[in-house]
DNA sequence: AATCGCAATCAAACCGCTTTGGATCATCGG
DNA sequence: CCGATGATCCAAAGCGGTTTGATTGCGATT
């Protein structure tokens, strides 16, 4: 059942119906409910492709999940990131496309999908140190939203993100509150912009204490859990080990958390842990009692909001970039406590 | 830059430009090159709306990902497995459309999808037993793959799956080799179709020993970290404690291992782990050395054959339904061992 | 009575491509 | 020399909506 069949079956022109199913007000409201009433009853449904060719429109967004060749790895954080920004595009009534692209043919995908009319906006993830893809994507004028920052990027552009430093300088702070001065950092890979933010707010806070940041204590590499272990395990094994652990992700304090166990200490007690917890649906850290004491911003919340801004700047186009810091909070859980060679007072 | 537009700028019709650009043989050689130099110089890159709507295809695949509103939770395979069918798609010129729907209008999705023409096919994941998408979209005649099966389901359909029934029946043969007659099910939901066939293979392996399976082994619930470890605290306390567990997620056996640890135990042992391991690019059973006991089966490869099976059934949509079996491996790592108090011979 | 304004409706153009059904012209066999 | 055959190319009709620019009645205004 299409418009002209709709239309015909009420006798109506095809304007006329269209009209009155899309509100517009020249039409009589009498005639407006009966053509409502008669593409209910034949389950009409406007076919997506005519419209969005009528309407030059592609009434969707377009995700790219860039596939790091070197590592082959998809972020953890993309399906709820997607869980959040869905629900606003389907209010809206937009589609989510998703591309995977290994990251050599990215620019080409970007183009693609502009040019080719697939989609309306883009969302960026995964942000790299002066990442290539905001000059390419100024250039294009293809309205986009990054999830994240990227640092030396030039001129201005939308951006969601969490407050990565300040999380960090307020997780080492309250280590070093707690009496602890041997702190490692156990962070996800540096071309990553997050996690170059997320060591200079845990450098910020060290320095601040008159404290000499150690590079022995200062680990960088893909989140996993056996990275973790191994960062941990090496760590502990110093003469001058460290007695507590900020890391970036849950999943690697999984790691952390047994090389610690397996030395025979325990968690909070001889070792503090403090994560950063973006708050997945599927690895949530604890149901009402934390694991690990943590930095806490709901990845879900940012797809939300990286969604809806998107949707703004194709409505207009004109609009300034727009920016979002989002504070993560700082969840006490039972993974930190005193310093054990010299206690709090 | 539009067909017509570069038509003219050659001097020819667009029907010839068009045909030349798509291989079509009534075009003289010469032209053709003329034509696809004079496109790649301008640009050109067919709008995809108007493509699609004079083809009629959408040239897109439908991911539909449920999000249970009972408990929010998105399945954490999902990533991997879309990366696997993204790389099938990508080839093909496909598009993936995301819709993120609540479980309860799952089926006015479907048939939106459908009837608005916004895609060619579907992939549905997170199979339930009696699943009622499958007589749904056998009656709407929508080609689609199911990513796993559903027990009770009417009539033939198409899916991939992992041979669960034998991955937990090896799994748990595997334990009861070694010794282990007291032995744990730390298992998904069980309205998930998956959880059913792991549970079953499980039972089936304990009684084909003359061991009566116990309920009190028997565990089912979200594959968290925290469940995971609760389950197995409460199972360690019982005055008959398991000395082995079979664990459904990687995500849980976490949590296992801490309650084994947190109760002074070693895992391997004096207790075994042995888990299922999807392969999920975030979450690796270790680099080189395992860190579980594990069956393991490519969820991104399952990703690849349901893409490649659902572009067929596009393709030829009378084709009988197809069924692809996937056999998981088994993973020796150092989680497992003889049972501590009955040694193997 | 002629004119005007307004509400309601419609015909047709258009979006940018594909595809059907010719048209043109050179070549070939008889 | 002529119709048949191919090789090329083209005009125009879709695809299924939206949108522009009329058209039609009819009561109100002058």
């Given at each position: 059942m299409n418009l002209k069949e709709l239309a015909?079956?009420?006798?109506?022109?095809?304007?006329?119906?269209?009209?009155?199913?899309?509100?517009?007000?020249?039409?009589?409201?009498?005639?407006?409910?009966?053509?409502?009433?008669?593409?209910?009853r034949h389950h009409y449904r406007p076919n997506t492709r005519a419209i969005r060719l009528a309407t030059g429109r592609a009434m969707a967004v377009g995700h790219v999940i860039p596939l790091a060749t070197r590592h082959e790895i998809v972020n953890p954080i993309f399906a709820d990131f997607i869980a959040g920004a869905g629900e606003v595009y389907a209010r809206a009534g937009y589609d989510i496309v998703l591309s995977v692209v290994s990251d050599e043919d990215?620019?080409?995908?970007?183009?693609?999908?502009?040019?080719?009319?697939t989609v309306d906006g883009v969302i960026l993830h995964s942000m790299?140190?002066?990442?290539?893809?905001?000059?390419?994507?100024n250039e294009t004028g293809l309205p986009f939203v990054a999830h994240g920052r990227s640092t030396g990027a030039p001129g201005p552009y939308s951006w969601v993100?969490?407050?990565?430093?300040?999380?960090f300088r307020r997780a080492t702070d309250f280590l070093l509150d707690l009496g602890h001065r041997r702190i490692a950092l156990v962070n996800g890979l540096e071309y990553m912009d997050f996690a170059i933010r997320r060591r200079s707010g845990y450098v910020e806070a060290i320095e601040a204490r008159g404290i000499t940041v150690d590079p022995a204590l200062m680990f960088s590499d893909e989140m996993s859990e056996t990275r973790g272990f191994r960062a941990a395990q090496a760590m502990l094994a110093l003469p001058d080990a460290p007695t507590a652990f900020v890391v970036s992700s849950i999943i690697s304090a999984f790691g952390v958390r047994r090389a610690v166990e397996e030395r025979g200490l325990r968690v909070g007690r001889d070792v503090s842990i403090i994560i950063h917890d973006d708050d997945l649906s599927y690895m949530k850290n604890g149901d009402d009692v934390p694991i690990f004491t943590a930095t806490r911003s709901s990845v879900r919340e940012a797809g939300?909001?990286?969604?809806?801004?998107?949707?703004d700047l194709i409505?207009?186009?004109?609009?300034?970039?727009?920016?979002?810091?989002?504070?993560?909070?700082?969840?006490?859980?039972?993974?930190?406590?005193?310093a054990p060679d010299r206690k709090v007072p």
């Open positions: 015909q079956k009420l006798g109506l022109s095809p304007t006329t119906v269209s009209r009155a199913l899309n509100g517009y007000p020249e039409v009589n409201e009498a005639t407006r409910e009966r053509v409502q009433a008669a593409a209910k990215e620019e080409r995908t970007y183009r693609d999908l502009q040019a080719r009319g790299r140190l002066d990442d290539p893809r905001i000059p390419l994507l993100d969490v407050n990565n430093r300040r999380a939300r909001r990286a969604a809806a801004m998107v949707l409505a207009d186009p004109t609009l300034p970039p727009r920016e979002s810091l989002l504070e993560a909070e700082l969840i006490i859980g039972q993974s930190t406590g005193p």
